[in-house]
């Protein structure tokens, strides 16, 4: 379980951690059982009519399905006051929910990863705000 007390999220409606565990917030739409990520996105499928959309959340762990490793800094907007490089981009499936949500890998040995291991939902802290808040944003690592 993180420690959360003292962190916001960069964008909100994306990330939960009331629970204890760090959950990506998801939709389920009623009409064609499509679940989607950010859950503002109703244009998930063509032709469906979007009746019924409920808010879910993502299990916290998954498998990862693909990834790739970047040897350069995230492009702006995306900003961070540590430097990251090397980092992986994974994309991680959630199975029963037939989803898979891309995300930056952190807290992992990159050398590491292979596909169908098991990753956990985390947080990525990108910079402090005026606040002294860490804001953050949703990150896969390795379950341990």
């Known amino acids: 379980m993180e420690n959360m007390a003292n962190k916001v999220a960069r964008i909100p409606n994306l990330v939960d951690w009331s629970t204890g565990e ?42 990862l399905a693909s990834y790739t490793i970047q040897y350069y800094p995230c492009p702006p907007p995306f ?4 430097k990251i490089t090397p ?24 050398k590491s990863l292979k596909l169908g291991m098991e990753m956990e939902t985390t947080t990525l802290t990108m910079f402090s705000n005026e606040e002294k808040q860490e804001v953050v944003t949703w990150a896969f690592r390795a379950v341990k």
Do not use: W
């Open 22 to 63: 760090v959950r990506l917030m998801s939709a389920k739409c009623g009409s064609c059982g499509t679940c989607f990520f950010p859950k503002e996105h109703y244009q998930h499928r063509p032709g469906c009519s979007r009746e019924g959309v409920e808010d879910i959340l993502l299990p916290s762990k998954g498998r």
């Open 87 to 110: 980092y992986g981009i994974g994309l991680v499936e959630f199975k029963d929910q037939n989803i898979q949500v891309a995300g930056i890998i952190t807290d992992t040995d990159l």
């Open 79 to 82: 900003k961070t006051e540590k």
